[in-house]
C-alpha cells in the first residue's frame, strides 16, 4: 500500500501532526474486510500481546508490522505519543518514537482493529512503514522493550483467530496454502478452502450426524412410553446411508486436491541419449542439466518446479534406462526407476528416428520402459528435426504422443497444450463441484468416519442401537477433528507451526 506525503502520496491529503487522519480519499477498512470469514471474539482478547513483522522481510517500499492482544492500544500511545489510538479501521499518519529515548524511528501509517472486528478476534494495530531494515529493526526493537509484549511464534495470530472462533482449521489451512501458492489454480483452490466451502461440506455432514444421533437416541430413550414415532429409524438410516455415500464419492476424488497442492511429480524417463536433460532445459528454460552426446551423462535426479497452464509440476530429469556396466550408472539406473514408480505422470522421451510412429511400435517402446500400471503417460518423440521428408501425424491410438525438437523448439508450443490437458485431469478445476481433499488428515479421519457410518448400517441391522449410537458419535468426532470442533488439540500444533511468523 503507497504513503502518504514522503512515503509516495500527495502531503495535502494529510491533517497536521497530531491529527493525521486522511482528507480527500479517506482510506478506511470496513469492519467485515477486518474480520476474517465468521465468528465471534472477545474484544481485546486475554493474556499477553503479540508483535511481528507480517510484510516479507528485506528492503520494500512498506513493511507491516501487526500487534494482537489486550496492549495493542498502548502500544500505538506509547510509540506515537498520542492519548489514543486512532478512529478503527481508519489509516493515520503518526510519527513513530521509541518510548524510551523519544528519538524519532519512522513516520508511517498505523491502523487499529478492537476487536472482536479483526483478524484474530482481539485487539489488533498495524504499523505501515518504510521497508528498510534499519527501520523496522528499530520499531521491532522499540515494540520489544515495551511490558507485556513479546515475538509472535510461528502462524500465532491465525491460532488466535482460530482460538475465537474466526475460522476453523479447514479455512487456517486454506490460509496457509494461500500464502505458498505459486500457481493460478493453487490461488485459487486455497482461496475456495480458506473461505469456508471445504468448512461448510464437512459442517453440513455434521449437523446431519447430530441430526441422526439425536432422533436415534431418542427412540432408545423413549421409544416404550410412545412417544417417538416407529419410522424414526428409517429415516436415521436413511440419513446415514446418504451421508456414507457422500463421503466415499469425495474420498474418491483421485487426490485431485493433494497434487494439486503439492504439485504433480513428472518424470522424464527414457533410454540414454533421447535428450531426457534437454528436454528439461528447453521446459524450464534455463540449462538446468548438463546435456552431452555421451549416453549415460544424467546420473543423479535432477528436479524443477513448474507453472504449466495455472498447474504445479515438479519435474524430475533420470538417467538413461538400461543395463549399465558402470556401478555409479547402475546406481543412477535404480533411482530413475525409483523416481518413476513414484510419477504421478511419466513423460516417456523416444527418438523419433529410431522407432516407427504406429501404436504398436510406440506401446511396445512405452512397455520397454515399464512405467507404473495405471500412471498417465506422454510420449515425447524428440528430434523431429532429423526426420526426412513429410511428418506424418502421431497415432490417435495409445497414449497422447507430440513430436518436438529440443535443439530448434519445434512442437514445444504442442507439448506445453499436452501437459495442460494432462494436469487438468488430475487437479481438475478448483472452483467446480465440491471442494477438493487438500491434506491427507483430511482422508485419514473421513475414512474413519466412514467406516463408523458402515459399522453402524451393520449394528442396526443387528438390532444393537445402543453401539450404533456409539458409531455416529465416532463418526461426528471424527469429523469434528477436520474442522478444530472435536479434539484439536493434538493437530493444532501441526498446522500452525508451517505458517510464516506474522501470520
Given at each position: 500500500m503507497?504513503?502518504?506525503?514522503d512515503?509516495g502520496?500527495?502531503?495535502e491529503g494529510v491533517?497536521?501532526?497530531g491529527?493525521?487522519?486522511w482528507?480527500?480519499p479517506t482510506?478506511?477498512?470496513?469492519?467485515?474486510?477486518?474480520?476474517?470469514?465468521?465468528?465471534?471474539g472477545?474484544?481485546g482478547?486475554t493474556?499477553?500481546t503479540?508483535f511481528?513483522?507480517?510484510s516479507?522481510?528485506?528492503?520494500?517500499?512498506v513493511a507491516?508490522?501487526?500487534a494482537s492482544?489486550?496492549g495493542?492500544a498502548?502500544?500505538?500511545?506509547?510509540?506515537?505519543?498520542?492519548?489514543g489510538?486512532?478512529?478503527p479501521r481508519?489509516?493515520a499518519l503518526?510519527r513513530?518514537r521509541?518510548?524510551?529515548?523519544?528519538?524519532t524511528?519512522d513516520?508511517?501509517?498505523?491502523v487499529?482493529?478492537?476487536g472482536?472486528?479483526?483478524?484474530t478476534?482481539?485487539d489488533?494495530a498495524?504499523?505501515?512503514v518504510?521497508?528498510?531494515?534499519a527501520?523496522?529493526?528499530?520499531v521491532?526493537q522499540?515494540?520489544?522493550?515495551?511490558p507485556g509484549?513479546?515475538?509472535?511464534?510461528?502462524g500465532?495470530f491465525?491460532?488466535?483467530?482460530?482460538?475465537h472462533g474466526?475460522?476453523?482449521?479447514?479455512?487456517a489451512?486454506?490460509l496457509?496454502?494461500?500464502?505458498a501458492?505459486?500457481?493460478?489454480?493453487?490461488?485459487r483452490?486455497a482461496?475456495r478452502?480458506?473461505?469456508?466451502?471445504l468448512?461448510?461440506?464437512y459442517q453440513?455432514w455434521?449437523?446431519a450426524l447430530t441430526?441422526?444421533?439425536?432422533?436415534?437416541?431418542?427412540?432408545i430413550d423413549f421409544s416404550?412410553?410412545d412417544n417417538v414415532e416407529e419410522?424414526?429409524?428409517?429415516r436415521v438410516?436413511v440419513?446415514v446411508?446418504?451421508l456414507?455415500?457422500?463421503i466415499?464419492?469425495h474420498l474418491?476424488d483421485?487426490r485431485?486436491?493433494e497434487l494439486?497442492?503439492?504439485?504433480?511429480r513428472?518424470?522424464?524417463?527414457g533410454p540414454?541419449?533421447?535428450?531426457k536433460?534437454?528436454l528439461?532445459?528447453?521446459?524450464?528454460?534455463?540449462?538446468?542439466?548438463?546435456?552431452s552426446?555421451s549416453?549415460?551423462?544424467t546420473?543423479?535426479?535432477l528436479?524443477v518446479?513448474?507453472?504449466i497452464g495455472g498447474?504445479?509440476?515438479?519435474?524430475?530429469d533420470t538417467?538413461g534406462l538400461r543395463?549399465a556396466a558402470?556401478p555409479?550408472?547402475?546406481?543412477?539406473?535404480?533411482r530413475a526407476?525409483?523416481r518413476?514408480?513414484?510419477?504421478?505422470?511419466?513423460?516417456a522421451v523416444?527418438?523419433?528416428?529410431?522407432?516407427s510412429?504406429?501404436?504398436a511400435?510406440?506401446?511396445?517402446?512405452?512397455a520397454?520402459?515399464e512405467?507404473?500400471p495405471?500412471?498417465?503417460c506422454?510420449?515425447?518423440?524428440?528430434k523431429a528435426d532429423l526426420?526426412?521428408?513429410?511428418r506424418?501425424a502421431?497415432?490417435?491410438q495409445?497414449?497422447?504422443?507430440?513430436l518436438?525438437?529440443?535443439k530448434?523448439?519445434?512442437?514445444?508450443?504442442?507439448?506445453?497444450?499436452?501437459?495442460?490437458?494432462q494436469?487438468a485431469?488430475l487437479?481438475?478445476d478448483p472452483?467446480?463441484?465440491?471442494p477438493?481433499?487438500t491434506q491427507?488428515r483430511?482422508s485419514r479421519?473421513l475414512?474413519?468416519c466412514?467406516?463408523a457410518?458402515?459399522?453402524f448400517?451393520?449394528l442396526?441391522?443387528?438390532?444393537?442401537?445402543?453401539?450404533?449410537?456409539?458409531?455416529?458419535?465416532?463418526a461426528r468426532?471424527?469429523?469434528?477433528?477436520?474442522t478444530?470442533h472435536?479434539?484439536?488439540e493434538?493437530?493444532?500444533d501441526?498446522?500452525?507451526?508451517?505458517?510464516c511468523?506474522?501470520?
Amino acid at each position: 500500500m503507497a504513503e502518504p506525503g514522503d512515503l509516495g502520496l500527495p502531503g495535502e491529503g494529510v491533517r497536521g501532526e497530531g491529527s493525521h487522519l486522511w482528507r480527500g480519499p479517506t482510506w478506511q477498512v470496513p469492519p467485515e474486510a477486518s474480520t476474517h470469514l465468521c465468528g465471534c471474539g472477545t474484544a481485546g482478547g486475554t493474556g499477553d500481546t503479540i508483535f511481528a513483522l507480517s510484510s516479507a522481510p528485506g528492503r520494500c517500499g512498506v513493511a507491516v508490522i501487526r500487534a494482537s492482544g489486550p496492549g495493542s492500544a498502548g502500544l500505538l500511545r506509547s510509540l506515537t505519543g498520542t492519548p489514543g489510538p486512532p478512529p478503527p479501521r481508519v489509516l493515520a499518519l503518526r510519527r513513530i518514537r521509541d518510548p524510551r529515548s523519544a528519538e524519532t524511528l519512522d513516520r508511517g501509517l498505523v491502523v487499529w482493529f478492537p476487536g472482536p472486528n479483526s483478524f484474530t478476534g482481539e485487539d489488533c494495530a498495524e504499523l505501515h512503514v518504510h521497508g528498510g531494515p534499519a527501520v523496522v529493526s528499530g520499531v521491532l526493537q522499540a515494540l520489544g522493550r515495551l511490558p507485556g509484549l513479546r515475538p509472535a511464534e510461528p502462524g500465532e495470530f491465525t491460532r488466535r483467530a482460530f482460538a475465537h472462533g474466526k475460522l476453523d482449521l479447514t479455512a487456517a489451512e486454506g490460509l496457509r496454502d494461500l500464502i505458498a501458492a505459486e500457481t493460478e489454480a493453487q490461488r485459487r483452490q486455497a482461496l475456495r478452502q480458506m473461505e469456508g466451502d471445504l468448512g461448510r461440506l464437512y459442517q453440513r455432514w455434521s449437523h446431519a450426524l447430530t441430526q441422526a444421533l439425536a432422533h436415534l437416541e431418542a427412540y432408545i430413550d423413549f421409544s416404550e412410553d410412545d412417544n417417538v414415532e416407529e419410522e424414526v429409524l428409517a429415516r436415521v438410516a436413511v440419513t446415514v446411508r446418504a451421508l456414507l455415500q457422500e463421503i466415499r464419492g469425495h474420498l474418491r476424488d483421485g487426490r485431485r486436491g493433494e497434487l494439486l497442492r503439492g504439485g504433480v511429480r513428472a518424470v522424464i524417463a527414457g533410454p540414454p541419449n533421447v535428450g531426457k536433460s534437454s528436454l528439461l532445459n528447453l521446459l524450464c528454460r534455463r540449462p538446468a542439466a548438463i546435456v552431452s552426446p555421451s549416453a549415460g551423462t544424467t546420473r543423479d535426479v535432477l528436479e524443477v518446479a513448474l507453472d504449466i497452464g495455472g498447474y504445479p509440476l515438479l519435474l524430475s530429469d533420470t538417467a538413461g534406462l538400461r543395463r549399465a556396466a558402470d556401478p555409479v550408472e547402475r546406481e543412477g539406473v535404480r533411482r530413475a526407476r525409483e523416481r518413476l514408480c513414484q510419477a504421478d505422470l511419466v513423460l516417456a522421451v523416444l527418438d523419433a528416428t529410431s522407432v516407427s510412429p504406429t501404436p504398436a511400435a510406440l506401446g511396445a517402446a512405452l512397455a520397454a520402459l515399464e512405467p507404473p500400471p495405471g500412471t498417465p503417460c506422454v510420449l515425447v518423440l524428440n528430434k523431429a528435426d532429423l526426420l526426412g521428408g513429410p511428418r506424418g501425424a502421431t497415432p490417435a491410438q495409445g497414449p497422447p504422443a507430440t513430436l518436438l525438437s529440443c535443439k530448434t523448439g519445434e512442437g514445444l508450443e504442442a507439448l506445453l497444450e499436452l501437459l495442460a490437458q494432462q494436469l487438468a485431469q488430475l487437479c481438475g478445476d478448483p472452483l467446480s463441484g465440491w471442494p477438493s481433499l487438500t491434506q491427507s488428515r483430511h482422508s485419514r479421519h473421513l475414512g474413519a468416519c466412514a467406516a463408523a457410518l458402515g459399522r453402524f448400517g451393520d449394528l442396526g441391522d443387528s438390532g444393537d442401537l445402543a453401539l450404533a449410537a456409539e458409531q455416529l458419535r465416532l463418526a461426528r468426532r471424527e469429523l469434528g477433528r477436520i474442522t478444530g470442533h472435536v479434539g484439536a488439540e493434538d493437530v493444532l500444533d501441526i498446522i500452525f507451526r508451517d505458517f510464516c511468523v506474522g501470520k
